[in-house]
């Protein structure tokens, strides 16, 4: 972390920025993953989330992937959440937040924040391998009323 604090958000460039995000979230080991499947390396992402500076150079590189009809970004529990709200701040684009599955109380919500119904919206995720949870929670929020066209990740781990 100490090398971040050195240095402004505006120095790490693009090229940089994946290194970075490799360097503080790339683990070697035996990890199962998501999808089930064994690896010998993983990426602890909250490693670069936790990160200010390098969480905000990624979401600044994100802002023009964001294609001009979108209406809603949300973003998918856990790790997306902090992406997605730096993403929203910068963008202006309101947010919705995804639930893996809508809580039993309350609300009982699958997506807590802005309407997200008759709108155009935009996934955001921190780390796909199998893209599973993004296909339930896309098929989710399209029963919901939600039109979904774009996924936006900053790891692709295939």
């Known amino acids: 972390m100490e090398r971040f604090l050195k240095r402004s958000e505006n120095e790490i460039f693009k090229s940089e920025i994946a290194k970075q995000i490799y360097t503080a979230s790339h683990l070697v080991g035996s990890f199962q993953l998501r999808s089930g499947r064994i690896s010998n390396e993983y990426f602890d992402k909250y490693q670069f ?31 997306g959440i902090s992406i997605v709200t730096l993403l929203s701040h910068y963008s202006g684009l309101p947010t919705a937040f995804v639930r893996k599955e809508a809580k039993k109380y309350g609300t009982s919500r699958l997506a807590e924040g802005v309407q997200i119904n008759n709108r155009k919206v935009l996934i955001v995720e921190d780390v796909v391998t199998s893209g599973g949870q993004i296909i339930i929670s896309a098929n989710q929020l399209r029963q919901l009323g939600t039109q979904i066209d774009y996924v936006l990740c900053v790891i692709d781990r295939e």
């Open 49 to 79: 989330e936790a990160d200010p500076i390098l969480l905000n150079a990624v979401v600044k590189q994100m802002l023009t992937l964001i294609p001009s009809d979108i209406k809603v970004l949300a973003g998918l529990e856990l790790g």
